[in-house]
Each structure stands twice: as structure tokens, then as C-alpha cells.
């Protein structure tokens, strides 16, 4: 999840991008308190599990900003 890296670096890698797309996920995920696991074989493939907190009508609080 480390921003601005790829396993394949240099000009002849088979996919583009900078290497930011996770680190933002992660972060993303982190911010509302959730969790977010990679799991992966290279070769076959990377499971991604993306977990939140469970929220309630009892759990949420409103305010008027207006």
C-alpha cells in the first residue's frame, strides 16, 4: 500500500499508473474507520477484503448546521 510503488518498475512493465491507487484506497477506508487487507498470488491473482463498522440508526448523530 506504499504510494508511488509498483512491483514492476521501468518503461517495459505490462501495466501503467503511478502506484497511487491503493494508498488512497487505504487511507479512504482508514478515514471511516474501516479496514482494508490485499491478499495475493502472484500469478493467480489478489483477493481484496474491504471491512466497515457496522452503523445503526442508534449509532448516527445529526446536527443542524444551517
Same mark, same amino acid.
Given at each position: 500500500f506504499e504510494a508511488f510503488v509498483q512491483?514492476?518498475?521501468g518503461t517495459s512493465r505490462?501495466?501503467?499508473g503511478v502506484?497511487?491507487?491503493? &494508498?488512497? &484506497?487505504k487511507k479512504l477506508t482508514e478515514m471511516m474507520d474501516g479496514t482494508l487487507i490485499a491478499k495475493?498470488?502472484?500469478g493467480e491473482g489478489t483477493t481484496m477484503t474491504l471491512t466497515f463498522p457496522k452503523i445503526t440508526a442508534d449509532t448516527l448523530s445529526f446536527s443542524d448546521q444551517s
Open positions: 512491483e514492476s518498475d505490462a501495466y501503467e502506484g497511487i491507487g491503493l &494508498s488512497i &484506497s495475493s498470488v502472484k
